[in-house]
């Protein structure tokens, strides 16, 4: 079970994409697995056959657990101890995190009484677990026939997390962290966009609507372009210190219809082209709200763009997902008054905002970072 | 006759009918009252013993033994501009009228597309516990809640008895109003300035947040006695008396059950497709999600009612087995 996040400690297996005898190669996705944020689908980073699932689907397993054998293609045959394990396709275990501990299963409560459809549970009660987020199979029931009652999910919940989904709880753990430990500063400007609406509105005259560039990619390169000239916002600061990185995973910040978001990853979106970038945007945010991610797009990201200028707001203020250092945040594209050239014309601007690591970093490294992002974003054909 | 009474006399259920019935005869010269035995005798019930003195025999009126005929006549009378009460001696001979009231009294206003409309109020005694065998002890509400058209009353308590005539006799259409046997006995303070009440709601006659014990009628009594048994043990049991049996007053059925979450639904009639049935699936319809125990039907068993008395109140719900019905919702911990 690999681990798809800092603070995740187990995952439910849903379903394997291979069998026993099936031949995988490198990148392959072998099963799914279900975290506190998404459905994620699970690489194979080997090739060879599949000897042996050792997880039944359905299963909820601490993070490190062997989840298949595969017999790499070379070796000739099976023994027992000679096989390799599934390596986990994981982003490096939190040094602050705890070790994988064994899962703490619910165990079966043996007052409940259970039906085909699950713990036998009055309507009532089923509602106010369902508001309090308690789990009923976790409950001992005292009612008619051992039925769990209002009173039992009362009871349950006085003991229980308070009443919050596994995302969010996710969520308030990363942004609490962040505060806790990030000294954040902020820096914010405004952005002449002419240059760029103008080259979108050439580029997308001929295109079909699906096909058609946004503002976004122009804002993720031009964010990532930055990142190789101010190497001090792309990376993770761990064990005291950080570690810039070489290469820009930078995290798109996309809003769940049913509440919290995700940041995938896009990989080295410095080096594509605007059209790739664009496409791997696309794939990406209709996966994340298909909750479809693969485990490797939503591990190491090195920076995090957040746009909500789509929502109506001028300003993002930031928080900085940790071990990240850096936060870029975009406004609403609108035409304000700018003065140039001595007049005050009507430009379509942005407002762009950094929320960057002080420890990392100082303002005026920051300033230099945001002033490459206004500067590529005025040569729009250079992207 | 009592015709004066002090500030709060102890009244009994069947003065209390007396008493509503003389003074809508007294107040309206449109009133009177017809049915078997009701005159010379003073009725079967000794409702309306004394009256015959006061109002003469053309408003107090003995008819034959033919509830069809004399039901008609009622339904005449009403069309005709009277406001006739009609009693028929028990529920069991009112299958003899069905006719006339299901196909004539209740449906009246709509074959005349509006125009006939049938201000008719029937009384009728109903329910087992006089050990008078099965064909007299039926408790056939249900049959007439049934039906469009129809307005159904259970007056439980002694205000209700005396305060629902005059109400039901201001209405436009036939009411059929049900009076317990068990009940013409029972004795009651009524004030002296007792008088018409409301006929559009059910009533809370206990609070409690355990558990709703929802009755009418008859049972009232035996409801409110299993209560006083489980708050003993520490069960507050809330008894809602429905008092009107069509319609039925959907938002206080559902009010007490959101405020107990759990319902024992006491009936007098059998279990099957009856009133206790209809109670049942309209708190699912409208409360389900507030629900946290199945609801319970306490009814009479369904037998001809026996007449040996031992058989009998087996056959009926009865204190203790309401109130055992109550204790299995109620979680011991719970």
Request: net charge neutral; hydrophobic share 45%; with cysteine.
């Amino acid at each position: 079970m690999p681990s798809l996040g800092a603070d995740m400690e187990s995952g439910r297996l849903l379903e394997w994409r291979v069998k026993p005898g099936d031949a995988v190669h490198r990148g392959d996705i072998v099963a799914v697995v279900d975290t506190d944020k998404a459905a994620i689908e699970i690489e194979v980073f080997c090739d060879g056959v599949v000897e042996k699932l050792l997880v039944p689907a359905g299963e909820q397993v601490p993070v490190g657990t062997p989840l298949a054998l595969i017999r790499a293609a070379a070796e000739p045959a099976v023994q027992a101890g000679e096989i390799r394990q599934v390596p986990a396709a994981a982003a490096p275990p939190s040094p602050a995190g705890p070790a994988p501990q064994p899962a703490s299963q619910p165990s079966p409560s043996p007052g409940a009484s259970v039906t085909a459809a699950g713990p036998r549970a009055s309507p009532a009660a089923r509602k106010l677990a369902r508001e309090r987020g308690v789990d009923l199979a976790a409950i001992a029931g005292t009612g008619p026939d051992a039925a769990i009652t209002v009173a039992d999910v009362e009871r349950a919940g006085a003991a229980a997390p308070p009443p919050v989904s596994a995302m969010r709880r996710t969520i308030a753990a990363a942004m609490s962290r962040s505060k806790r430990e990030i000294p954040h500063y902020y820096l914010g400007t405004s952005i002449d966009l002419q240059p760029a609406v103008a080259f979108l509105e050439a580029r997308n005259a001929a295109r079909p609507v699906t096909e058609r560039l946004l503002p976004a990619a122009l804002l993720i390169k031009a964010v990532a372009l930055a990142c190789r000239e101010v190497p001090e916002m792309n990376g993770h600061f761990a064990d005291g210190a950080f570690a810039p990185s070489a290469e820009v995973r930078l995290g798109f910040a996309v809003a769940l219809r049913g509440g919290g978001l995700v940041a995938p990853a896009l990989p080295a979106p410095d080096r594509q082209a605007l059209d790739e970038v664009m496409r791997m945007l696309r794939d990406v945010v209709e996966r994340a709200r298909a909750g479809r991610l693969r485990s490797s797009e939503i591990a190491g990201q090195t920076i995090t763009v957040t746009s909500l200028g789509d929502r109506g707001v001028e300003s993002v203020f930031g928080v900085i997902h940790p071990p990240q250092v850096a936060l870029v945040g975009f406004g609403r594209i609108a035409e304000r008054p700018w003065v140039h050239d001595g007049k005050v014309l009507v430009r379509p601007a942005v407002h762009a905002s950094l929320s960057a690591d002080h420890r990392v970093s100082d303002g005026h490294r920051g300033a230099v970072f945001l002033e490459a992002v206004a500067r590529f974003l005025q040569r729009p054909e250079g992207l | 006759m009592t015709h004066t009474t002090p500030a709060a006399a102890k009244t009994s259920y069947r003065e209390a009918v007396r008493l509503a019935l003389c003074e809508a005869m007294r107040a309206d010269p449109r009133v009177f009252l017809m049915g078997e035995d009701v005159g010379r005798y003073g009725g079967c019930y000794a409702v309306s013993k004394g009256m015959l003195d006061e109002f003469g025999p053309e408003r107090v009126r003995d008819t034959p033994l033919s509830e069809s005929a004399f039901v008609g006549a009622g339904i005449g009378a009403a069309l005709g501009g009277m406001r006739p009460v009609v009693e028929i001696m028990t529920v069991n001979f009112s299958l003899l009228a069905l006719d006339q009231i299901v196909n004539n009294a209740a449906t009246l206003l709509h074959m005349s597309g509006g125009q006939c409309n049938v201000p008719l109020v029937i009384r009728m005694a109903t329910g087992a516990g006089r050990q008078l065998a099965a064909q007299h002890s039926h408790s056939l509400e249900c049959w007439y809640a049934h039906v469009p058209g129809l307005r159904v009353m259970a007056p439980a308590t002694v205000a209700d008895a005396r305060g629902m005539l005059g109400t039901a006799l201001r209405q436009p259409d036939p009411v059929v109003i049900f009076e317990h046997v068990m009940l013409y006995a029972v004795e009651e303070d009524l004030p002296a300035s007792a008088g018409a009440v409301d006929i559009d709601h059910a009533a809370v006659r206990r609070k409690g947040r355990d558990v709703s014990l929802i009755t009418y009628g008859g049972s009232l009594p035996k409801v409110m006695a299993a209560a006083a048994t489980l708050a003993a043990e520490g069960i507050e049991a809330e008894v809602l008396d429905l008092r009107t049996l069509r319609p039925l007053d959907d938002e206080a059925i559902v009010a007490t059950v959101r405020r107990t979450r759990r319902a024992v639904v006491v009936d007098e009639g059998w279990r099957s497709v009856g009133l206790a049935a209809e109670v049942s699936a309209r708190i699912v319809e409208q409360a389900f999600f507030d629900l946290d125990a199945p609801i319970r039907r306490v009814c009479s068993a369904e037998v001809p009612i026996p007449y040996a008395r031992h058989l009998e109140q087996a056959a009926l719900p009865q204190a203790e087995t309401i109130a055992a019905a109550a204790r299995e919702l109620v979680a011991p911990h719970g």
